[in-house]
């Protein structure tokens, strides 16, 4: 009978040991933090080694200048973590690199693209899910640590502005072009993120990266599309896997990880380009659904994105 008992708890004790019995996500709320006011950072576990987990961090970014105009909450990177019950310690291990992991657009002879990372973007709405209950005013008066759940969300609905226009210094009226919708989802290994973009104005778009991830260079050496070719990674600023498709695998051999990236659209599927951004601060995931020249939006126009991003590590 104490040989049983004995056993029993060994047995608990080492599937605490590997994550056996951690929770799938936890949630870290600091309502003001030394980047600006309300961060988050939602720990997902690993799918394959529970005892790791990527720790996403969603910001409120807020620059008032000209030049930026930002107002928006946004996925700012992921860093990989060992959890042991009670602290998750940095690997150092870059899952997400600093960039925009969502979506932009560049309209026509406009100096910088539109949206997230590059600014002209001003909050309207935000609302935050845990589980999918909405966090109330009193939820988020004080900060909180790693509170357990199985999903983190965010939905955010924002005005994207007009910006400078080449030659054009009198022009940034920072008229509205379009409203973004943006759900944010984080489980499973990863994240979720779908865009919509309303176009309010008649403009001529040059680029429109509806699915973006600065998947980190800790996450690849090598690269693959379901079309079967493999591409090593050298940081030589050239696009590999540039081609017509939605999906593709990273992995690094030397760190055991992995990145795959998955999108859709409800426009010019079938036709956007996809690739890889292969520099020497990430290995940047795009796809542009303007495929090939200048396309020309209208008021009431609509831009669907779906977004689906899987880490792992070993």
Request: charged share 20%.
């Amino acid at each position: 009978m104490i040989k049983i008992v004995f056993s029993i708890l060994l047995l608990s004790a080492t599937l605490s040991l590997l994550g056996g019995d951690f929770e799938k996500c936890y949630v870290t709320y600091e309502n003001q933090s030394t980047e600006g006011p309300m961060k988050f950072i939602v720990y997902v576990q690993n799918s394959i080694n529970p005892i790791y987990y990527f720790g996403f961090e969603i910001l409120h970014e807020i620059d008032t200048s000209e030049q930026v105009y930002s107002n928006q909450f946004r996925l700012q990177r992921a860093f990989i973590y060992e959890f042991d019950g009670m602290k998750m310690q940095s690997t150092g291990l870059v899952a997400l690199a600093p960039g925009e992991s969502e979506c932009v657009y560049k309209a026509l002879n406009a100096v910088d693209f539109t949206g997230g990372f590059h600014g002209d973007e001003q909050l309207v709405d935000i609302s935050f899910y845990i589980d999918g209950i909405r966090l109330s005013q009193m939820d988020l008066a004080d900060s909180f640590h790693l509170k357990p759940c199985t999903e983190f969300s965010y939905i955010q609905k924002s005005s994207m502005h007009k910006t400078f226009r080449k030659n054009k210094s009198q022009d940034h009226d920072h008229r509205v072009e379009s409203i973004h919708f943006k759900n944010s989802i984080f489980r499973d290994s990863g994240y979720e993120t779908y865009n919509r973009i309303e176009w309010c104005d008649s403009v001529s778009i040059e680029i429109g990266y509806m699915s973006l991830s600065a998947i980190g260079i800790d996450m690849g050496e090598f690269c693959q599309s379901d079309k079967y070719q493999i591409c090593q990674f050298n940081r030589s600023s050239d696009h590999k896997l540039k081609e017509t498709n939605n999906n593709v695998h990273i992995w690094n051999e030397t760190n055991g990880t992995y990145a795959k990236v998955k999108s859709e659209f409800n426009v010019s599927d079938d036709s956007a380009i996809q690739f890889i951004w292969d520099v020497t601060n990430y290995n940047k995931y795009y796809r542009n659904i303007v495929p090939n020249d200048p396309v020309n939006v209208n008021k009431g126009d609509v831009w669907d994105s779906s977004t689906f991003v899987e880490f792992g590590i070993k």
